[in-house]
């Protein structure tokens, strides 16, 4: 399953020095992403929630053991009338009770995984966790497939149905509604950019590995169908033509050609 959204986001235009804005970026990273060693050696914390997103078929052949099959569709609407929205966050209540189906109470260290290459919907998890106000919320280096290749072991166990225990959740204003975005429109202090989140980490994470990757990835690139697993280690995922790739990344076709090459 290959997904790319594209989410309006509204952001306070502060001016940053460049070098702060790196080292911040870095930190925060640090703070987010978990290595699978860093993951062996805290499997056995009590406190410990582990999500596998993904296909439900491969999380019955093989997990990291522990981990809970993470249910993405129970954290967002699917209203399939015609003209309704869809992937739109549920209420607070309702969010709040699909997480503690998960296993988490307020104490828990969440730690969300993809397989199958479900990189978008499991960011998306990521997302509603930060919503919902939750602050030890991790996310696995290269998925179930970067667990693997570090020889860490899967398990077919699944674990006992442990149901958590969560106060009523205090929601972060991350999320924007169609009315906000409409509303401020052009209004000073405020930049609606639909692809500034995929278009910077496209250009952190995997465009220095497209420098350096074989022809024969770019070749894949071209024809509109590359998983990039290999090509974006971090977990990124393509699986879109050149052309929207270029187009995502906002840049004019020279200045793609001279980016890749």
């Not at 840049?251 to 090459?261: N, P, R, S, T, V």
């Amino acid at each position: 399953m290959r997904l790319l959204s594209a989410a309006a986001l509204c952001a306070l235009l502060i001016p940053v020095p460049p070098a702060f804005a790196q080292a911040a970026a870095g930190a925060a990273r640090d703070r987010l992403v978990v290595s699978p060693a860093w993951l062996a050696q805290h499997l056995h914390d009590p406190n410990l929630v582990i999500l596998q997103v993904g296909e439900k078929a491969t999380y019955d052949k093989g997990h990291i053991p522990g981990a809970r099959f993470g249910d993405w569709m129970q954290l967002h609407t699917m209203d399939m009338q015609p003209g309704a929205l869809t992937l739109e966050m549920p209420a607070a209540d309702r969010i709040r009770e699909a997480l503690e189906s998960f296993g988490i109470s307020d104490g828990s260290h969440v730690v969300v995984y993809a397989s199958d290459g479900w990189w978008s919907p499991s960011t998306r998890v990521l997302l509603t966790l930060e919503y919902a106000g939750l602050s030890n919320v991790s996310y696995l280096d290269g998925g179930l497939k970067g667990w693997s290749a570090a020889g860490q072991p899967l398990s077919a166990d699944t674990p006992l149905a442990r149901k958590g225990t969560l106060s009523p959740l205090k929601l972060r204003p991350v999320i924007v509604d169609a009315a906000f975005v409409q509303s401020h429109q052009g209004k000073a202090g405020f930049t609606i950019d639909l692809f500034q989140r995929f278009k910077e980490a496209m250009a952190t994470d995997c465009v220095e590995n497209l420098r350096n990757t074989s022809l024969k990835v770019i070749q894949a690139l071209e024809n509109g169908n590359l998983d990039c697993d290999d090509a974006c280690p971090n977990g990124l995922a393509v699986g879109v033509g050149e052309e929207y790739l270029r187009m995502a990344m906002g840049l004019g076709e020279q200045e793609y050609a001279d980016l890749i090459k």
